[in-house]
């Protein structure tokens, strides 16, 4: 069984996509800190095998947004999975269409949570662990804009 499998079977969605436990997925290229990619890519393997898997990914993604408070690591978690959506995406990787915008989504009400979390890291991006060593926030999110999000994140 795989990780992700384990996070459903336990209710553990929220745990899964922030790296907690279990679930924090360690990378030498992201200086030993939680790695959103290998955890997002573990989701989507495991997704592509279910039925309406689109579907999935949305409930699972909304769980976990319903879960993250105005705190520096929730929000940088929240800005890491948003990109990695749109990487997997662009790469046309599993089962994921360029039509499928998970921010088209979302409620207006998760909408403005997503912009409350991005402006709160832009204000505190200096609170992350090993933010000295990153591009500036705004840079960071240019790669998400390259890579197919057409909304402004922090303006919501």
Known sequence: M?????AVNNNEITAYLKGEGDYFSPEEGNM??????????????????????????VKYFRLYLSSLKEDVLDAWSLFNNIGCFYTIRKEKSFF????EDLIDELTAEEKKKIGVLYRYLKENFDKVPGSAQMFPIKKQFGFTRKNGCRYDLFSF
Not at 2 to 6: H, L
């Open 2 to 6: 795989g990780k992700f499998e384990q």
């Open 32 to 57: 030993g800190y939680h790695n959103e990619i290998l955890n997002f890519t573990g989701m989507m393997s495991y997704l592509e095998n279910k039925a309406h898997p689109y579907q999935l990914l």
């Open 96 to 99: 994921l269409t360029e039509n």
